[in-house]
């Protein structure tokens, strides 16, 4: 019984921290740039499929560093481009809030789409990061759960650090706290919004590196994903990253349990109701401002 | 756009669709492209309507519409109610849905608005195919099968008889459109512009946000749960399929293309879009491809549409009248 608790828990701790790298990413990209990417769980299915491609069709040796190596820059390049040709030639108009809501919705088509026409409609497996399991006393965890947890708070530690202590990350902060002021000091705003959009999606790309070792690739995985990063970011209260991060735990011990309990259906409504109680008392979610 | 012109358009479009049916009855392909961009051009209306003028993010749209049709398939399958009256049931429970829908969107900041209309869309595939929903007739994953065709006076409009249906269709178009030129032209319109425009400012003159705003969730999902309800009657199945990112993606190509708040723009959006859709069938997955790459492609280079082109282009042929200018938003 306590056995079984454990393992609902570990299992929503390491969901959990995969998600809260995922949904900071789109914190992140709301809060400074204030667009909706409705593409973002494209980004998640590209990550997948690039690791696939780099592993499995190309056999480019070297396993995951190789992937990690060269799926940064890749996924850097992505975002920067898209940004920079596709979001922000839409900035000068008011409605522009909508306008990038059609076009990521629009891309997201795309992008789904393209990877079904191009690797076809079945799932693809990744290797495991490692083999094996651990044993301590009762408790069984896999290595590959351990290493994939360690790897996401690493990726969370990691871009703390980038947002506190380089310029870049204090470009960001500036940016979101006031364009316009940010821009007298001699901020490229611009440059800053392409910047943020191409780390959040190196964070959602990784994200799918990770976890598509354990649900496959999917070329439909990225509604699902793009939804709950949403809905994290939402509980957690629009652009606020450290109520992601909370969410982000929340949401993943909330699925861990019911779909435990309650079984795998009913995880889209228990997340859903929890989002909408709480937006219903807290419209601006968990820790985000009026 | 003024009155006149959105009158002038309307019955254009509708008139040259409304004389089509004589050249062409014979061929089912036509007869069935042309009832379709009757119904989707009033589902995609009304999310302008919701959308461009009144500036509320919902993206529960295609959740009403499939909301209509299953009500009035229950209705009709499970409790024996004629389809005539089925159907405005239908409309009516879409409209009590649409309304419980939008009370908690009127605290909501933009953004979650989209999300929460859009999660309803999502929750609703596993209601209709879960427990509750075959608890209350949905069918579960199978769906229904078997929807009764409409039938006035001994007349039945069903999918094998299509002149007749079309122009049921047809009538049933013109009446919502007109509902709704009734409506942007009236004291609503200007109100949903202004809640729009400044919600603050429009509070202080004396709007009330919380009155408008139901209002335009009630109408919109009213019309769209009533052509959701129309449809079954029509195609005579129906499945969760129709919750797919595809027709929701459809949907919204025919708003990208017409243009956002410009109204009769969305009509000629649901025309071409249709069209389009049914030219491109044979080329299978790239269909959705091409699809989403145009959505792309037109946002950033025709921002406003064939609403926006139109207008490009009537510079250079006729002076350009100061109330023609569209609002700016």
Not at chain 1, 111 to 140: C, N, Q
Not at chain 1, 213 to 226: E, R
Not at chain 2, 128 to 150: D, E, N, T, W, Y
Request: glycine share 10%; net charge positive; aromatic share 12%.
């Amino acid at each position: 019984m306590l056995i079984e608790i454990i393992d609902v828990i570990i299992s929503g701790l390491l969901n959990g921290s995969v998600y809260a790298l995922m949904a900071i990413g789109l914190a992140l990209v709301y809060g400074v740039t204030k667009a909706f990417n409705f593409a973002y769980g494209s980004f998640y299915t590209m990550g997948g499929y690039f690791a696939w491609v780099v592993m499995v069709q190309m056999e480019i040796p070297g396993g995951y560093y190789t992937v990690f190596l060269t799926a940064i820059p890749f996924l850097f390049i992505v975002g920067f481009l898209l940004e920079k040709f596709l979001v922000a030639p839409l900035r000068k108009r008011d409605d522009w809030q909508m306008k990038a809501m059609m076009l990521t919705l629009g891309l997201a088509l795309f992008l789904d789409i393209g990877y079904m026409a191009m690797f076809g409609p079945r799932l693809k497996s990744l290797p495991d990061i490692v083999e094996g399991t651990l044993e301590l006393g009762p408790l069984v965890f896999m290595n590959q759960d351990l290493v994939i947890f360690v790897l996401s708070i690493t990726g969370l530690l990691c871009f703390a650090w980038l947002l506190n202590n380089t310029r870049v990350g204090m470009a960001v902060q500036a940016v979101a706290q006031n364009p316009a002021g940010a821009q007298i000091v001699g901020i490229p705003k611009e440059r800053v919004f392409a910047a943020t959009f191409a780390i959040s999606t190196i964070m959602v790309g990784i994200g799918g590196i990770l976890l598509s070792q354990k649900n496959f690739v999917n070329p439909q995985a990225s509604t699902g994903i793009m939804i709950k990063a949403w809905v994290i970011t939402a509980f957690g209260g629009m652009g606020s990253i450290k109520g992601s991060l909370y969410a982000a735990l929340i949401i993943g011990m909330l699925e861990a349990f019911v779909g435990y309990y309650l079984g795998m259906i009913h995880i889209d409504i228990a997340v859903l109701t929890l989002l909408l109680v709480t937006l219903a008392f807290r419209p601006q979610g968990l820790m985000g401002r009026e | 756009m003024n009155a006149k012109s959105m009158i002038k358009i309307l019955a254009i479009t509708y008139g040259l669709i409304g004389i089509l049916p004589i050249f062409v009855s014979d061929s089912s392909i036509m007869m069935r492209i042309l009832t379709m961009i009757l119904i989707w051009s009033v589902v995609a209306s009304c999310w302008d309507l919701i959308m461009g003028y009144a500036g509320i993010f919902s993206f529960g749209q295609v959740a009403f519409y499939v909301i209509g049709a299953y009500s009035s398939a229950i209705l009709s399958v499970s409790l024996n109610v004629p389809p005539v009256f089925a159907v405005f049931a239908a409309g009516i429970i879409t409209a009590i849905i649409g309304v419980l829908v939008g009370i908690p969107c009127l605290k909501l900041a933009g953004p979650y608005i989209a999300l929460v209309t859009f999660a309803f869309q999502l929750a609703l595939e596993p209601f209709l195919k879960g427990p509750m929903g075959k608890a209350i007739g949905s069918g579960g994953s199978r769906g229904i099968i078997s929807v009764p065709p409409i039938e006035i006076f001994g007349i039945s409009f069903s999918s094998s008889e299509l002149v007749p249906f079309f122009y049921l269709a047809l009538v049933m178009t013109l009446i919502c459109s007109a509902v709704i030129v009734v409506i942007l032209k009236s004291h609503w319109g200007t109100a949903f512009l202004a809640l729009k425009d400044s919600e603050d400012f429009a509070a202080s003159l004396g709007v009330s946000a919380f009155k408008y705003k139901l209002l335009v969730f009630g109408v919109t999902s009213f019309i769209t749960g009533l052509f959701g309800a129309l449809y079954v009657h029509y195609v005579g199945i129906l499945s969760t399929r129709m919750l797919s990112m595809e027709v929701f993606t459809v949907l919204l190509i025919m708003i990208v293309v017409g243009g956002i708040g410009q109204y009769p723009g969305v009509v000629l959006g649901a025309v071409v879009t249709v069209t389009m859709n049914e030219l491109l069938r044979p080329m299978g997955i790239y269909r959705l491809l091409i699809m989403g790459g145009l959505v792309v492609v037109i946002v950033l280079f025709l921002p406003d549409g064939v609403t926006g082109l139109i207008r490009k282009f009537s510079v250079f042929s006729k002076r350009k009248k100061k109330e023609d200018r569209p609002i700016k938003t």
